[in-house]
């Protein structure tokens, strides 16, 4: 249970040994190269492919490919967009709460969690492939991060878990870990037993229009985007404790991330934020936005010494309150249904809406 904040907190404390901070961490936006077949000005296709001029919102948009029958089921078909923002158009065109879907190649794409995933991981760089009933999703800058490495499923049939797990073996064979996405928002369908070795898991898409300050809103730290190398220095810091003692706590692997968001926000397509007292980074989040409508949190955190402050709930609001705008429709939250911070989304009035369902492999230790 997330507990209000105290009347009086224990003062802020934190200390940081040089062993913590790795002597080279390349922040900047320019130093980070990442792959990515997005932003290629061609697009290729099989034979039978058809190019789709429909308006947008009428199911297809120009530059993506509709779903014809016509293409050969297995067959291979790559989607080169023009740039990552049509890729995040075509995803994020529904309205939360909708049974419309996108179409990313000829894949329809019904969960709102996976829709907001890819479209961000697009904008980052990340390479989306469709092969007839299942998206591959590639981050060649981070092959460690299990959640932009991954296929996504249109569904799991009966007797079908095995041929998906031989799938990713040939898809990523340097791969020390195995995940699979699943688009389908109702558990209720699924086997867990179905992929052999692997855990189901199940978060929450929580969604509103807009939110308000939490019961207990903090007072006292200063609440502002990160700007500049000592900011997003700080940032890596910040992960890097919340994480401790976790696989995604590698520092290779935090500073490839925290390179990717940076790049993100820079480039014009959210901002991050943070929650700052007497000047050191506790609490940060992201919030990736588009003109389609939706807004997506990222990457809620906050230092263990200074939580049951109302930090988080606090900095969520303030993160809604100077990003949205009119065209702002949906706010979109992903969040573990049994971790306590999900009472704290709900205290400012984000809500469940469906579930987004994952199975993973982690890595042997």
């Excluded at 791969?175 to 699979?180: E, K, N």
């Excluded at 290779?252 to 480039?267: I, M, P």
Aim: glycine share 10%; proline share 5%.
């Amino acid at each position: 249970m997330v507990q209000q904040a105290e009347k009086d907190p224990k003062p802020f404390t934190w200390t940081k040994t040089a062993d913590e901070i790795p002597e080279t961490l390349a922040f900047t936006a320019n130093e980070l190269t990442i792959q990515d077949t997005s932003t290629s000005a061609r697009r290729t296709t099989t034979r039978n492919w058809r190019r789709s001029g429909a308006r947008p919102g009428s199911g297809s948009q120009p530059g993506n490919w509709s779903s014809a029958s016509a293409c050969p089921p297995g067959a291979l078909r790559t989607a080169r967009w023009r740039s990552p923002r049509h890729l995040w158009s075509a995803l994020c065109r529904a309205s939360a709460g909708s049974s419309a879907a996108a179409i990313v190649g000829g894949v329809e794409v019904r969960s709102l969690g996976y829709r907001t995933d890819l479209a961000i991981l697009a904008l980052e760089g990340s390479q989306v492939t469709d092969r007839g009933d299942h998206l591959v999703i590639r981050t060649p800058g981070n092959p460690d991060y299990w959640w932009g490495n991954f296929l996504l499923l249109r569904d799991l049939k009966p007797g079908s878990g095995s041929g998906w797990m031989a799938r990713f073996a040939a898809e990523f064979p340097g791969a020390r870990h195995m995940a699979l996405g699943l688009d389908e928002t109702d558990a209720g369908t699924v086997d867990p037993g179905e992929l052999a070795g692997m855990t189901m898991e199940r978060n929450a898409v929580m969604t509103a229009a807009s939110v308000h300050a939490p019961p207990r809103p903090d007072t006292e730290a200063v609440f502002r985007t990160l700007e500049g190398d000592g900011d997003w220095r700080q940032s890596f810091e910040l992960a890097a404790a919340v994480h401790a003692g976790e696989p995604g706590a590698a520092a290779g692997f935090l500073t490839a991330q925290l390179a990717a968001k940076r790049a993100l926000t820079e480039a014009g397509h959210g901002a991050w934020f943070g929650a700052f007292l007497d000047g050191t980074l506790v609490s940060q989040l992201g919030l990736i936005t588009n003109k389609t409508g939706l807004a997506r949190y990222q990457s809620v955190e906050t230092h263990p010494a200074a939580r049951r402050r109302g930090l988080a709930g606090t900095l969520v609001w303030h993160a809604a309150a100077t990003t949205l705008t009119g065209a702002t429709k949906t706010l979109v939250m992903v969040a573990d249904p049994d971790d306590t911070a999900i009472r704290v989304y709900r205290s400012v009035g984000l809500t469940v809406t469906e579930s987004q369902l994952s199975f993973i492999r982690q890595p042997a230790r």
